[in-house]
């Protein structure tokens, strides 16, 4: 058997805060459940055995269940346990979980990447369901055989139950913890007996959320609570523009000079080693960061020095008519059609702008560079990202790179980029001690890796009755693929899927379909985000079939019910929107409705999510409010329906917040928003009642986590044209245009 994971003690040093606070009153709470990464002395109890990969139990029945995905806020901490811990006949109360790190076990081959630990693209539940019930079924399969022995009786006479292998005659038993050791010892059956769906006791059901505890009571380690000995604090400063490069530090000198000042660090950016960050390395953080920020930088800002956001949009727009654009998809002859009927063509152009992932933890990394090993704390995203990063660049093999994940203050995609974590090194190794590194607000909005902005023109004929005959979708900006995944892209032909999301691969019938991109060079920094390109062509996508059933004099939803009349699952997840949306109903003075779809299909075609919105505003004195979403979606089974929920409303919600707030612009290269009071997001006040109809199925689960953010946009645009008759192809959407 492989020996349990070691763990390095790590203390926590909490000041007399908030946090510190919560702690010291939660310590008197009784059953709350901890993560062992974090207090092994205190909470780790003596014995432990471990029986798979994913389980390790004790001699009084304590089961540690490991989770090797980062708790971003999507809810797998207690989700994904839930499914192992089905499957092994679990006591609830007697589980407790663990983050683990470093084995093949952990690793997935998803969204085109290689083999690796890492959370994305909504495929944690999708590819970890039937590995972790086999995990749960084979622990469960070694306890039986070893209770049954300890009970003097067959394995097939004994069934078990809440932590306990039972002699069904009899009703003798002996717990788990009882005859761990044992089983620890026997050979793991690599295809044992799953339980039918009428046998489970935890799958489909709303267990409690095993994360909030520890988050309400203070006791959840992010990135930033992060303590270790020895431990000095770095804070970043990054060269302006995004091509900048640092030639010198002026006053070094007097910056060193400074009380609690240890060493100023020229740091190199991920994934191109350009000189471009500063990081002045302290005794605190506050120390740091003043000092950081008195810092005066000779800098070489580059070719990028000439980007700016509006020669950004004049070079999509000049795209437009490119006869170089790259076909992606092609059914029938769009031209053909097009010809025939001159002057019935309908057109529209809209536009996204560039976003940032502004979570409320901004990036921070702890490192300690040894000679022989690097040792990393910190709300890790991609752990094997961050071993193939920092074995590169110290020269060592990725296995001596010691990743300890924590809780994640959010993320929608940054912590997988290392870069911070990378500068969190380069300071390390420049002083010889762990350091933590943490970027300020302003450094994370301005030095961020972007969601690209695109443009699009649309184009369609509609046969004599109201629906497309033909359509022409035509995407330009700057391609995801074309920054971070060339090789990808020039597989694929030239074109990004990312860009194109939902059109190219059309769940609507549509006889005729062509659609081409273009990519335009840019040297911003690009990655992926919450939802990926999705969230700008699903609104092109459906922001304009809402015009053209406006323009056929068609009913939204039933609009689309013909165009998805082939899909069985499409319609089930349309028509109980509807109906939950009494979209039938008449509505009261000034109120509104819009009305989106989706098929989200997971990266490399991992999954298929159904999603159907309907959304309700209200017009009046005060402008226009979302008083009303509901949400439909078929995710296949689900596992528990109350974490769907919640990614499902966090989801609109952070869709709201893109809706009608979020934009990056750019003058000479550099990024001009810096904090919340330029970067608004949604607040409490504006979030929208949200009703979630969850589509009963007996598919394998789906993904979830970034399915809802697509269709609000287009919905709302829709709701606040019925309001003004104004058409709104810009996001963010401009209330006073409307």
């Known amino acids: 058997m492989q020996q349990p994971i070691p763990e390095a003690k790590m203390t926590q040093s909490l000041s007399l805060s908030r946090r510190g606070f919560l702690k010291a009153a939660g310590a008197v709470t009784a059953g709350l459940i901890v993560p062992l990464a974090y207090a092994a002395e205190a909470t780790t109890p003596a014995g432990l055995v471990e029986i798979t990969d994913w389980v390790r139990i004790d001699a009084s029945g304590k089961t540690v269940i490991g989770l090797s995905q980062c708790e971003v806020g999507q809810g797998v901490y207690t989700g994904l346990p839930q499914v192992l811990a089905d499957e092994l006949d679990a006591k609830w109360s007697d589980v407790s979980v663990e983050f683990v790190t470093g084995r093949d076990a952990y690793r997935m081959s998803a969204a085109y990447e290689p083999p690796q630990q890492f959370v994305g693209a909504s495929m944690s539940m999708t590819m970890l369901f039937q590995r972790l019930r086999t995990a749960g079924a084979q622990a469960r399969d070694a306890l039986t055989q070893a209770g049954a022995a300890r009970l003097g009786v067959r394995a097939t006479q004994c069934h078990t139950s809440e932590g306990r292998v039972i002699h069904s005659a009899t009703g003798r038993s002996v717990s788990y913890g009882e005859v761990a050791a044992d089983a620890a010892h026997l050979r793991l059956d690599p295809n044992p007996h799953l339980k039918s769906n009428n046998q489970r006791t935890f799958i489909g059901q709303n267990m ?40 010198s530090v002026r006053n070094q000198a007097q910056i060193l000079a400074r009380p609690g000042v ?53 070079q999509r727009m000049a795209a437009m008519d490119d006869d170089k654009a790259i076909v992606a998809s092609r059914i029938g002859n769009t031209r053909a059609i097009f010809d025939a009927n001159p002057g019935k063509m309908i057109e529209a152009h809209y536009h996204t702008p560039y976003i940032v992932h502004a979570s409320m933890e901004p990036v921070v990394a702890t490192v300690h560079v040894r000679d022989n090993d690097i040792e990393v704390w910190g709300p890790i995203q991609g752990q094997d990202m961050v071993r193939e990063t920092l074995g590169r660049a110290y020269k060592m093999a990725p296995e001596k ?22 500068h969190a090194a380069q300071a390390s190794k420049a002083v010889g001690r762990p350091v933590k590194v943490i970027r300020s607000r302003e450094g994370d909005i301005q030095h961020g890796f972007y969601r690209p902005g ?85 609104f092109f996508l459906e922001s304009f079939i809402n015009e053209l059933a406006d323009q056929a004099g068609i009913d939204a939803y039933r609009y689309r019910r013909k165009l998805l009349a082939h899909d069985k699952l499409a319609l089930a997840v349309l028509d ?37 919105m309907a959304v309700e505003i209200e017009s009046g004195k005060n402008g226009i409010k979302v008083k009303r979403v509901v949400c439909g979606v078929d995710a296949g089974t689900a596992i528990n329906p109350g974490l769907i929920k919640a990614n499902i409303e966090g989801g609109i919600g952070f869709a709201l917040t893109n809706t009608f707030k979020s934009e990056i612009t750019f003058a000479e290269g550099a990024a001009v928003q810096s904090n919340f009071h330029d970067y608004p ?11 979630v109809v969850i589509v009963n199925s007996d598919r394998p689960p789906q993904g979830c986590g970034e399915v809802a953010l697509a269709p609000v ?21 401009k209330l006073d245009q409307a």
């Open 208 to 247: 409690k959320r095993l994360d909030t505890p520890m988050k309400v009571n203070g006791s959840a380690v992010f990135g930033i609570d992060v303590q270790v000995p020895g431990m000095l604090v770095g804070a970043a400063r990054m060269a302006p523009a995004y091509t900048g490069k640092i030639l």
């Open 262 to 314: 240890h060493a100023v660090v020229i740091g190199t950016t991920w994934p191109k080693p350009v000189p471009n960050t500063v990081i002045v390395v302290a005794d605190s953080y506050w120390i740091a960061k003043q000092a950081v920020d008195a810092v005066e930088l000779e800098i070489d800002p580059g070719p990028g020095i000439h980007v700016d956001s509006k020669k950004i949009h004049e």
């Open 401 to 422: 790179v010691i990743v300890h994940t924590n809780f994640l203050g959010g993320s929608f995609g940054r912590k997988y980029v290392p870069d911070f974590v990378l």
């Open 454 to 538: 695109v443009s699009a023109r649309m184009r369609a004929v509609l046969g004599k009755d109201g629906y497309p005959t033909a359509l022409h979708a035509r995407v330009v900006g700057q391609s995801l693929y074309g920054m971070i995944k060339q090789d990808k892209m020039a597989a694929a032909g030239g074109w990004d899927e990312t860009m194109v999301e939902a059109i190219y691969d059309l769940a609507y019938g549509v006889p005729n379909l062509t659609v081409d991109a273009i990519d335009i060079k840019q040297p911003i920094p690009v990655s992926f985000m919450r939802s990926v390109g999705s969230t700008s062509s699903v």
């Open 576 to 612: 109980k929107t509807a109906v939950a949306a009494g979209w039938d109903k008449p509505l009261p003075k000034n109120r509104h409705r819009g009305f989106a779809f989706n098929l989200y299909t997971g990266r490399g075609g991992a999954f298929e999510t159904y999603v159907a």
């Open 681 to 691: 997001l949604l607040t409490l006040a504006e979030m929208p009642h949200i009703d």
């Open 713 to 733: 946009a287009p919905a709302v645009a829709s709701a606040i044209f019925k309001a003004s008759k104004r058409r709104l192809r810009s996001m963010p959407l």
